[in-house]
């Protein structure tokens, strides 16, 4: 069964620094990857999907992850940490024709200011 | 993306006791799905539900426990029956859009005492 490994449940980073939160996937296919946040009291919103199109995805709120195959990653990463990017984001995997998601244990992103 | 929203937000119940958690959609979407999110956890699959047909439960979870109905395509309710301490949880519902994306609800935030 697929799974998916986020190094770090809790990262900070300093405003305006790169954000880079790690993820790697264990599937025995090539897998749809997926990252999603969650800001306090609400449910989850979609930031990017890697289908097996172009391996670097751009997502909203300046988003981006690189899917890496040798690495087995999909590392999400943003160039100027905000204050407003303080969440828990969760990386995600499901096997092709499975629509399922199997989500990482999540990453909680602080932001100092 | 469609719009999901849930009904109640949040509830806190008496042990023994059931919830109806209801999910509205505002398009026709043919698969649902219902995610447990323990406190401070990750989301867990509880199951699918079709249109016209049975829910499909995973591993660890009964139709007893967390009956869901899904009377048409915009709609579908869980129950979580004979609560107990430990089913404290946010429960989402979500919803397949477009290819592979997978779009949540709010989430009804349950505590049971």
């Known amino acids: 069964a697929q799974s998916v490994t986020q190094l770090g449940s809790h990262v900070s980073v300093s405003e305006g620094a790169l954000v880079l939160l790690r993820c790697n996937y264990s599937?025995?296919?090539?897998?749809?990857l997926f990252w999603y946040v969650q800001y306090p009291n609400q449910g989850l919103q979609l930031l990017l999907k890697y289908t097996s199109a172009a391996t670097l995805v751009k997502g909203i709120n300046g988003f981006e992850a690189e899917f890496k195959k040798s690495e087995t990653s999909f590392h999400l990463t943003k160039p100027s940490a905000h204050m407003s990017d303080a969440a828990e984001y969760f990386c995600?995997?499901?096997?092709?024709?499975?629509?399922?998601?199997?989500f990482g244990t999540g990453t909680r992103l602080t932001i100092i200011p | 993306s469609a719009v999901i929203s849930q009904k109640p937000s949040r509830d806190i119940c008496q042990r023994g006791t059931s919830l109806t958690i209801q999910c509205q959609v505002d398009s026709q979407v043919t698969m649902m799905f219902w995610y447990r999110q323990q406190p401070g956890q990750s989301l867990t699959l509880i199951a699918t539900?079709?249109?016209?047909?049975?829910?499909?439960?995973e591993s660890g979870f009964v139709i007893d426990k967390f009956p869901i109905s899904r009377p048409n395509l915009t709609f579908s309710t869980l129950t979580v029956s004979n609560m107990s301490p430990e089913d404290s949880s946010i429960y989402l519902c979500?919803?397949?859009?477009?290819?592979?994306?997978?779009?949540f609800g709010p989430g009804t935030r349950l505590t049971v005492t």
């Open positions: 995600a995997v499901s096997d092709l024709g499975n629509e399922k998601l199997t």
């Open positions: 539900a079709n249109q016209g047909s049975e829910a499909t439960y």
């Open positions: 979500s919803v397949i859009e477009r290819s592979y994306e997978q779009y």
């Open positions: 599937s025995s296919v090539p897998p749809y």
